[in-house]
C-alpha cells in the first residue's frame, strides 16, 4: 500500500537513482525474493512503473550523485561541476538582471565609501597635547568642543563605533557583489582574465578610499601599491598556463 500511494503521489514518476550500495530499489527487492520474502505485489507495481535495477541503468545522468561518487574526484572538480551546472541552469534574463543589481550595489557602496556619513574633514589639524584629546570619547569632544587630530580627507565620524559598523557592512556588500558580477560572466580567454585583473583594481581602489578616510598608516599605503603588480603577474601566469594546457589537449 505505501508503494502504491507514493506512486499516486509521484503520478507514475519513479526515482531509479542509485542508493549508497549502489541499489536501485528493485535490485532490493530481488535481494529480499531471494531471501524468500513475499513482495511480489511491490514488484508488480515498480515494474508496471518501469523501474530498472542498477545493471540496466543508463551508464551516463546528468545527476550530481554520479559526478560526485566517481572515485578520485576532488573537492575543487565537485565544486566546479556543481557550479557549472547551477550557472547552466540559470536563464540570460536573469543573468542580466542579476547582473544589473549587483552593478548597482557595487555603485553605490563605493560612493558610499568615498563619501562617508558625516562627511571628510578639509584641513590638517596637529595639536602637541594629542594624548589627553584622544583618550576622551566622541561625546566628550562634542560636548567640550574639541576637535581631535586628523588629516585633511579622512572621516569626521571615524573614531565611532556606528562608523564602524557601517564600514563592515558596507564592505561585505561591495566585495559579495564583486565576486557576483564575477561569477556570473564567463571566465573564457583574454576577456575573462581582464574581468578579474579589472575586478581586483577595483578592490584595491576600494580598500585605498577606506585608508584614506580612516587614516591609515603610510606602510599599509605601500604595500596596497605594490599589490596589483604581483596580482597582474600571477594573472599572467595563470593565461600562459591555460593556454600550454588547451595546447596538449589538441596535440592528444
Not at 550557472?87 to 543573468?95: F, N
Not at 594573472?235 to 600562459?240: I, M
Request: proline share 4%; net charge positive; aromatic share 8%.
Amino acid at each position: 500500500m505505501a508503494v502504491s500511494h507514493l506512486l499516486a503521489l509521484g503520478r507514475g514518476f519513479v526515482n531509479i537513482e542509485k542508493n549508497l550500495g549502489a541499489k536501485t530499489a528493485l535490485d532490493i527487492l530481488d535481494e529480499q525474493r531471494r531471501r524468500r520474502v513475499d513482495n511480489s505485489e511491490m514488484r508488480d507495481i515498480l515494474d508496471r512503473a518501469g523501474a530498472l535495477t542498477a545493471s540496466s541503468r543508463p551508464t551516463v545522468t546528468s545527476s550530481h550523485e554520479h559526478y560526485l561518487r566517481l572515485p578520485g574526484s576532488c573537492e575543487r572538480k565537485k565544486i566546479i561541476h556543481i557550479g557549472n551546472q547551477v550557472m547552466k541552469r540559470i536563464t540570460d534574463e536573469r543573468r542580466n538582471a542579476l547582473l544589473v543589481v549587483a552593478a548597482l550595489l557595487v555603485t553605490v557602496t563605493y560612493q558610499a565609501a568615498i563619501t562617508p556619513p558625516g562627511g571628510l574633514w578639509q584641513d590638517d589639524l596637529f595639536e602637541s597635547n594629542t594624548t589627553d584629546v584622544l583618550r576622551r570619547s566622541p561625546d566628550d569632544r562634542f560636548k567640550l568642543n574639541i576637535t581631535a587630530p586628523h588629516r585633511a580627507g579622512s572621516a569626521t565620524a571615524r573614531r565611532t563605533d556606528a562608523f564602524a559598523i557601517f564600514m563592515i557592512f558596507n564592505s561585505i556588500i561591495f566585495l559579495s557583489s564583486i565576486a557576483t558580477m564575477v561569477a556570473l560572466v564567463p571566465l573564457e580567454g583574454i576577456v575573462g582574465v581582464c574581468l578579474v585583473v579589472f575586478s581586483v583594481y577595483l578592490c584595491f581602489g576600494y580598500i585605498s578610499s577606506l585608508m584614506i578616510i580612516t587614516q591609515a598608516p603610510d606602510w599599509l599605503a605601500r604595500i596596497v601599491i605594490f599589490s596589483p603588480v604581483i596580482i597582474i603577474g600571477a594573472a599572467y601566469v595563470w593565461l600562459v598556463w591555460i593556454k600550454r594546457r588547451r595546447m596538449k589537449s589538441e596535440e592528444e
